[in-house]
């Protein structure tokens, strides 16, 4: 048996309102980069489906930035560690690491002969650093601030001059190498966002919380002009983006709007309103090539397009929090992978082509905990205390039926004749067409997981107390049959094989065990491997092999028939145990992390 991973869907940006985030390409035009959590995420920009995540950090990273010749990218995380890492190898070798300042790091900039790299941000002692990329050797010093930087650029030709903006309102010009302070610019009112030299190093622009774009002469640091009549824009703006040929640029906006700029002219060619919500809120912008990127509040990215600037291109959409659950639905040849988040949101992927988007509406308002997919529904519980029928074709929330719990709810199941068995804390809940039926309550154990066999006339339910009970469903009643199972450990997740004739369990005691329903649910076989608490299962269509996931980071694949035939995929999510797994067909499976991705895996047998 082996694998190999088919194609990853990442995680969209995390954003925190009010923070700009610096996006970021390559030299060559082909990537963009940003980073979420611990991870960093190179994105295709011409495919957004192609995607690398780097997950090195022990910290989370909050910049990435490619050096001019392409090879490498440092990236710097929360506690102001910087690591130099390799673009070309698919191992990303570590080159360097340094830690510059004694906080978050929130921009870096590299000299346009990638030896030199400037970091600046949060810090005790300083709140920046100049340094030779290969050695940290220090070649000038970032003074002239009293509050933290928020942004840093080095003019991309010689003679080097590098600019800073802060929280205290000004911006910092410095001559070098090695970098000194050669003058404080007051022009700004408010914290100073971004500054970016333009390509060709005649000029800087400044953006600031007070809504002002301010160019000034890249050599001497003089104010020349500023965009727009007395702002450019009405609420901060968070970033600015030059054109390859330094005539325009774009910025990013508090107000929603993303603005193109005749930069000679100081005037406005075209504004992207991208709507009026909150959500809308521009923090990010990129301009990379022929493509003009923006992202907002909620993290999805945006290609803007000139042409029509009430509607962008395409819009990237994804999940910025962690993903708790996966289903998989069939129509019309094609599959498609549907998830859901922390966050409460159900976003939906074509597994092929990566082309996502999310349902309308308002939806759940917490944690989405559990998810299944039956004929064209989408049905889920939260921590929201409700369960709740999607419909695939009309992906509105609005159109959606709700189901209010007593109490929170922790596992769904459904099965033929419009039944649905919900597991809540001390309840089992029978529903038939959307309504409550019947409820288990006062049990005298606390139920963690309940399925229904395919036939929908056996539910079983599997508690805490390392037990699984066998009730039948008659009608509208479940009715205990005095039936249990007892396994090692307190009960994480169970599933019924796709033809009923296997009950799968994994418990907190490491052990995955198989029970043959033909035999009386004698137990089949028995299966060890996780060194951590299983939390996940799936079977393969084939109905002879099914995935658990757990808390060490790993997926096995076991056979039923043969407890030691299996495989292992070691870190399928670096950083974060495995959330949620499930079967596109007998050799693809998908799995899901707090990491906020995707995976896809081909199984061979």
């Known amino acids: 048996m082996s694998y190999e991973l088919r194609q990853v869907f990442a995680s969209l940006p995390q954003m925190e309102r009010g923070v700009a985030?610096?996006?970021?390409?390559?030299?060559?035009?082909?990537?963009?980069?940003?980073?979420?959590?611990?991870?960093?995420?190179?994105?295709?920009?011409?495919?957004?489906?192609?995607?690398?995540?780097?997950?090195?950090?022990?910290?989370?990273?909050?910049?990435?930035?490619?050096?001019p010749s392409g090879f490498y990218i440092a990236s710097g995380d929360a506690s102001g560690k910087v690591r130099i890492w390799d673009t070309t190898q698919k191992e990303h070798l570590l080159?360097?690491?340094?830690?510059?300042?004694?906080?978050?790091?929130?921009?870096?900039?590299?000299?346009?002969?990638?030896?030199?790299?400037?970091?600046?941000?949060?810090?005790?002692?300083?709140?920046?650093?100049?340094?030779?990329?290969?050695?940290?050797?220090?070649?000038?010093?970032?003074?002239?601030?009293?509050k933290l930087i928020n942004t840093v650029d080095i003019r991309p030709r010689r003679p080097y001059r590098m600019i800073t903006g802060s929280d205290d309102t000004n911006t910092c010009f410095f001559e070098g190498p090695p970098f000194k302070w050669k003058c404080t610019l007051r022009n700004h009112s408010q914290f100073v966002n971004c500054a970016r030299f333009s390509p060709d190093g005649s000029h800087f622009a400044t953006a600031g919380a007070d809504g002002q774009i301010l160019l000034f002469d890249g050599g001497t640091g003089e104010l020349t002009s500023h965009l727009g009549e007395e702002k450019a824009h009405n609420g901060?703006?968070?970033?600015?983006?030059?054109?390859?040929?330094?005539?325009?640029?774009?910025?990013?906006?508090?107000?929603?709007?993303?603005?193109?700029?005749?930069?000679?002219?100081?005037?406005?060619?075209?504004?992207?309103?991208?709507?009026?919500?909150?959500?809308?809120?521009?923090?990010?912008?990129?301009?990379?090539?022929?493509?003009?990127?923006?992202?907002?509040?909620?993290?999805?990215?945006?290609?803007l397009d000139r042409?029509?600037?009430?509607?962008?291109?395409?819009?990237?959409?994804?999940?910025?929090?962690?993903?708790?659950?996966?289903?998989?639905?069939?129509?019309?040849?094609?599959?498609?992978?549907?998830?859901?988040?922390?966050?409460?949101?159900?976003?939906?992927?074509?597994?092929?082509?990566?082309?996502?988007?999310?349902?309308?509406g308002k939806g759940h308002s917490n944690q989405v905990s559990k998810m299944v997919v039956d004929a064209d529904e989408v049905v889920?519980?939260?921590m929201d205390d409700t369960a709740r029928y999607t419909s695939i074709d009309k992906k509105d929330y609005s159109a959606s039926d709700v189901v209010k719990m007593d109490t929170q709810p922790k596992s769904i199941s459904v099965a033929a004749g419009g039944l649905t068995l919900v597991v809540c804390?001390?309840?089992?809940?029978?529903?038939?067409?959307?309504?409550?039926?019947?409820?288990?309550?006062?049990?005298?154990?606390?139920?963690?997981?309940?399925?229904?066999?395919?036939?929908?006339n056996i539910a079983a339910v599997g508690g805490k107390d390392a037990k699984i009970r066998l009730y039948s469903v008659q009608g509208n009643t479940i009715k205990d049959e005095g039936q249990t199972m007892e396994v090692k450990g307190a009960i994480t997740d169970m599933a019924y094989s796709n033809d009923g004739a296997y009950l799968a369990v994994i418990d907190d005691k490491k052990v995955a065990t198989a029970f043959s329903v033909a035999d009386g649910y004698s137990v089949k076989n028995e299966f060890y491997g996780h060194h951590a608490k299983p939390v996940t299962l799936a079977w393969?269509?084939?109905?002879?092999?099914?995935?658990?996931?757990?808390?060490?980071?790993?997926?096995?694949?076991?056979?039923?028939?043969?407890?030691?035939?299996?495989?292992?995929?070691?870190?399928?999510?670096?950083?974060?145990?495995?959330?949620?797994?499930?079967?596109?067909d007998a050799n693809t499976l998908v799995t899901t992390s707090h990491d906020a991705s995707v995976k896809q895996w081909t199984i061979k047998y």
């Open 307 to 360: 042409n029509n600037p009430n509607r962008p291109i395409r819009t990237i959409k994804g999940h910025t929090k962690s993903i708790q659950c996966v289903s998989i639905h069939r129509s019309d040849g094609r599959s498609y992978i549907y998830t859901g988040s922390h966050d409460g949101h159900i976003n939906y992927w074509d597994a092929e082509t990566g082309e996502n988007d999310c349902f309308l």
């Open 380 to 382: 889920t519980c939260s």
């Open 540 to 584: 393969a269509p084939d109905n002879e092999h099914f995935a658990t996931g757990g808390m060490d980071m790993m997926v096995y694949i076991w056979t039923v028939g043969d407890a030691d035939k299996r495989l292992r995929l070691p870190d399928c999510h670096r950083l974060h145990h495995v959330s949620g797994l499930s079967w596109i």
């Open 21 to 67: 985030k610096v996006i970021s390409g390559d030299p060559s035009g082909n990537n963009f980069l940003y980073t979420n959590g611990k991870c960093v995420i190179i994105r295709n920009i011409h495919n957004p489906a192609i995607a690398d995540i780097y997950t090195e950090h022990a910290h989370a990273v909050t910049v990435a930035k490619y050096a």
């Open 95 to 146: 080159k360097y690491e340094y830690v510059p300042i004694s906080g978050k790091v929130k921009d870096i900039a590299w000299t346009e002969d990638s030896k030199r790299i400037a970091v600046v941000g949060e810090g005790r002692e300083k709140f920046g650093s100049v340094f030779l990329w290969d050695s940290g050797s220090s070649v000038g010093s970032v003074s002239g601030h009293s």
């Open 425 to 456: 804390i001390g309840q089992v809940v029978l529903l038939k067409d959307k309504v409550k039926v019947f409820t288990l309550e006062n049990l005298d154990y606390e139920p963690e997981v309940g399925v229904l066999n395919p036939a929908g």
């Open 236 to 303: 901060g703006i968070y970033a600015i983006s030059w054109s390859p040929d330094s005539s325009q640029l774009i910025s990013a906006s508090g107000d929603k709007t993303v603005k193109l700029w005749d930069v000679g002219t100081g005037t406005a060619l075209t504004t992207f309103r991208m709507g009026n919500d909150i959500a809308d809120q521009q923090l990010g912008c990129l301009w990379q090539n022929e493509h003009l990127l923006s992202i907002s509040l909620t993290g999805y990215i945006n290609y």
